[in-house]
Structures are given as C-alpha cells and as structure tokens.
C-alpha cells in the first residue's frame, strides 16, 4: 500500500509488552521433554510460551496469522490443563483495523466465528476475546 501510512505489528507488540510488564504481567514459559512411547528420539528444550501472565490469568496478544490465534488456544488449554490458568485472554486486531496493517494479520472476527461453532468443545478454558481497533 505504497503512500499509506499502516499499523506495524512489531510496534504495537512492544508497546502492549511495555504496559503490562508495568501492570505486573511477566512472561510465562513450560520447559519440558518430548518424548514418545516405543519412539527411541527424545527432544529436550521444548516448550510452550504464553505473552502475559499474572495471578492465573493468561493474555496472548496475536498479531500474526490466523493460524496463530487459533494454536494460541490449544496454548491456553495446556496451562488451564496444568493448573496454570484460569482464564485465557487473547488480544487480536478487529476486520477494520487487520486492514490497517502493514503485514498480513488476520482479524479476530474469524476466531470468534469459529469458537462459537465449536460448541464449548474447545477450547474448554474460560476465554476472553478482545478485538483492538485504532480510531
């Protein structure tokens, strides 16, 4: 979009991890080691990482692909799973703003779509869904 002036999604990220490592939120990340029954290969270092946490409440801020809000779920279920969690909240650019942007995002409107079809299936974690939009 040559001459537009767009959202950065590097910017913004930083500018939510600023605000709430002030709040108190810190990072939240579970080592472990993959290993598989009768599979000889074991994968050490491997980990899930979640943005935010403070006080059981987990936040991802996601401006990346659809792919990536979706995974962020399967996320939230394994810390609510390990008692980690109480709520997952995922912070996802609306349709309008997702336009905005200056890389290929997705938008939160088909998350929601998709949650809602799911059926209390997945994710069974509390979720909060909060679509962002800049004036």
Do not use: W
Request: charged share 25%; net charge positive.
């Amino acid at each position: 979009m040559r001459g537009k002036a767009l959202y950065s999604p590097k910017s913004m990220n930083r500018q939510f991890r600023d605000a709430f490592n002030h709040r108190g939120f810190s990072e939240l990340r579970d080592t472990y080691t993959i290993s598989i029954p009768n599979y000889d290969i074991q994968i050490s270092g491997a980990y899930k990482q979640i943005d935010f946490v403070k006080d059981k409440t987990l936040v991802e801020v996601q401006f990346g692909k659809y792919a990536f809000m979706f995974y962020d779920l399967a996320k939230f279920q394994y810390f609510y799973n390990e008692n980690k969690c109480d709520v997952g909240v995922e912070i996802v650019p609306c349709h309008p703003m997702m336009k905005q942007m200056s890389t290929g995002v997705s938008y939160g409107e088909q998350l929601i779509f998709d949650i809602e079809r799911l059926k209390r299936h997945f994710p069974s974690v509390p979720l909060k869904v909060i679509l962002i939009d800049a004036d």
